[in-house]
């Protein structure tokens, strides 16, 4: 399966980033990158392997980064929605698609 991203999500992740590399080092910034990667990886491969959360959205947090990747299944792809910091309000992504 293919993995994509919501431009706003792709902006999360970007942004989220660099503040690791701003307000820690570089090498957490690029851990946190290759962390996002790995699980979208598994994704790939096991789409259904994140928890339903609301109708058919469904999450995965990462290990080591407090962050949830909020994902459908469209078909043969999977589309990010968010890539939500675990104290963010939630669902404040609900209006993307």
Known sequence: MKVTLVPKAERELIGSAARYTREATTELGEAFIAEFERSALLLA?????????????????????????????D???IRVLAVAHQRRKPGFWSGRR
């Open 45 to 73: 491969r096991q789409p259904q392997l994140g928890a339903v959360w609301r109708g058919n959205v469904r999450r995965l947090p990462l290990r080591r980064f407090p962050y949830t990747i909020v994902y459908i299944v």
């Open 75 to 77: 078909g043969d792809s």
